[in-house]
C-alpha cells in the first residue's frame, strides 16, 4: 500500500529538512520535493496535505521560484511558511512588499481570530521570524488570523480553511508551541492519519540501498563513533558481506580503544580489518607543533593509508560516509566553517579513488541516528559516545605529539571519564576529555620539589557542539579526579579545569 505523505516544497530555505523532520515526529510520512516538480507528480502521491518551506527569494522579483499556479485548484490542503506564506499570498492575487523593518529572531505573536490552526494553543505567544518581506494586501477571500508586530498580516488563511500562511517559523524550536501548530495542521486541516515510525526509515532505506549499490562492493571508514557505525550497520543490513569496513589506528585513539572498538564492530556482525598505522602517522609528526599542520599531516596521512588498503578491495563503486544533515548545512556554506569536517569526511577522496558516494544518513540529525541505531541492535555504549575528534589525541596534546606523552594523557583521560561515567555525568555532558599542556609547573611531594606535566580538563553542554558551555561540575567530584590524576598517573603534578565557552573558545584546545 502507498503511504500517503505531506510533501514539503523546498524554496531553497536551510530549514526544510527540519520541516520534514517535525513531520515524521509527529507520526506523518514526508517527502521533500523541489518547488518546480510538475503537478502531475505531486498530485500522483496522493498527499494529505502540501507545506511551502521559506527560502532566500523575493516574490516579486523575476526569477522568483514559483510552484505551478494549478497547486491551488486540486483541492489539497497548503501550509506555507515565511516565503511560502508570501508565494501563497502573492500567487492569489495578494501584495508582498519589501519591509520597512526587517523581524529577525523572537517576536510575540497575537492570534486574532479563532482557528482551528491554532486550537489547544494560548492566544500570545513566542515565535522565531526571520523575513525582510511582508504582506501587504491579503489575497480575495482570505482572512487574518494573527499579527505581531513587525507583521501585522503574520498569519494567514483561506475562508474554506484550506489554505494557511505563517511568516514565523513553527518548526524551530526557538518557536513555542511550533509542533502543536503543525500537529493541528497534519490532523486538523489535512485530516492525516499516523502512518510512520522510525523502523519504517530503515526499512525503506535498505530497499534504497539495494537499489543504488547493485552488484556493487562499498567500502567504509568506521571511527567507532555513533554516525559511521550506524551507516555501517544499515549498509550492511541492505548489502552484507559487500560491505569492507576499515579501522584505521593512527595512533591517536585512548586507552584500549582499539580493542574496544573492535569488539564492538565485530559483534555487530560487520566485516572491519584494523589497520595499525600508528608508526607511520607518529614518524610524520614528530616535530610539529603548529596545530594546523598537524592537523594536515594526520589529514594526508589517513587518506594516503585508507586509499592504499581499499584500492586492494575487487569491485569497490561507492564509499559510505556517516554524513548527518548538520553537516550537509554546514558543508553548504550556510553556517559555520566547513572546514572541521574536512578530516572526518576524508575529503577529496572518492574523486581520487573514482567512487560513488554513499550517504544514507544524510536527512537526518543525530537523535534520530541513535534511534535508529538503537533499532538497528547498536550497543547504547557506542551511541552515546562522546564525539571524538578525527585527528584524535594529537589535537589534545598542545605542541608535539610523542608516544611518553601520549601515555600520559591516555590514563588522565581514562580517570576523568571512568569517574564521569560512576558519577552518572557522562551522558550529562555533552562531551568531556582531559588535554595535556606544553608547560611544567612546580608542586612537593613527600618534602622533595617536584617539577611536572599539568593537565587540563575539559567539560561542556552543547547540542550541537557549534557553541558551548563549560559543565559545572561539582567541586567535589572535580576535586576526586584531580586527585587521582595526581597521586596515578605518572608525571602530572597540576590539575586545572577548563572554564571558557565557546564561543570565543573552541571545544578542543588545538
Ligand atoms: P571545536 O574544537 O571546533 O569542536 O569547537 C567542535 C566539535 O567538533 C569536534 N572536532 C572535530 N571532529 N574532526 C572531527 O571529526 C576534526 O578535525 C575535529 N575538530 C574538532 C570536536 O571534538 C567538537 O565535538
Known sequence: MERRPIIVINFGSQYVQLIARRVRELGVYSEILSWDAPLEEIKRKNPYGIIFSGGPASVYEPDAPLPPQGIYQIGIPILGICYGLQVVAHQL????????????????????KPDPLFEGIPESFDVWMSHADRVEELPPGFERIADSPGSPNAVIAGKDKKIYGLQFHPEVAHTEHGKEILG????????????????????EKVKEIRHQVGDATVISALSGGVDSTVASVLVNRAIGGRL??????????????????????????LNVRTIDA??????????????????????????EVFEREASKVKGAEFLLQGTLYPDVVE??????????????????????????LLEPLRELFKDEVREIGKLLGVPSEILKRHPFPGPGLAVRIIGEVNREDLEVLRKADRIFIDELKKAGFYDEVWQAFAVLLPIRSVGVMGDVRTYEKVIALRAVESTDGMTADWSRLP???????????????????RVVYDISSKPPSTIEWE
Request: charged share 30%; glycine share 10%.
Open 331 to 356: 558543508s553548504a556554506g550556510i553556517r559555520g566553517s566547513a572546514k572541521i569536517k574536512t578530516h572526518h569526511n576524508v575529503g577529496g577522496l572518492p574523486e581520487r579513488m573514482n567512487l560513488k
Open 184 to 203: 493541528n495542521f497534519l490532523f486538523r486541516i489535512c485530516g492525516a492519519r499516523k502512518n510512520w515510525e522510525m523502523g519504517d526509515f530503515i526499512e
Open 93 to 112: 492575487g495578494g501584495r508582498v512588499v519589501k519591509a520597512d523593518h526587517q523581524e529577525y529572531g523572537r517576536a510575540p505573536l497575537r492570534i486574532i
Open 278 to 303: 600508528s608508526d607511520l602517522f607518529l614518524d610524520r609528526l614528530r616535530g610539529v607543533e603548529d596545530p594546523e599542520e598537524k592537523r594536515k599531516i594526520i589529514g594526508r596521512t589517513f587518506i
Open 475 to 493: 567541586h567535589e567530584f572535580l576535586d576526586r579526579v584531580a586527585r587521582r590524576i595526581i597521586n596515578e598517573v605518572r608525571g602530572v603534578g
Open 244 to 269: 569492507h569496513c576499515f579501522f584505521i589506528d593512527h595512533g591517536l585513539l585512548r586507552l584500549n580503544e582499539r580493542q574496544e572498538v573492535e569488539s564492538n564492530l565485530r559483534s555487530l556482525g
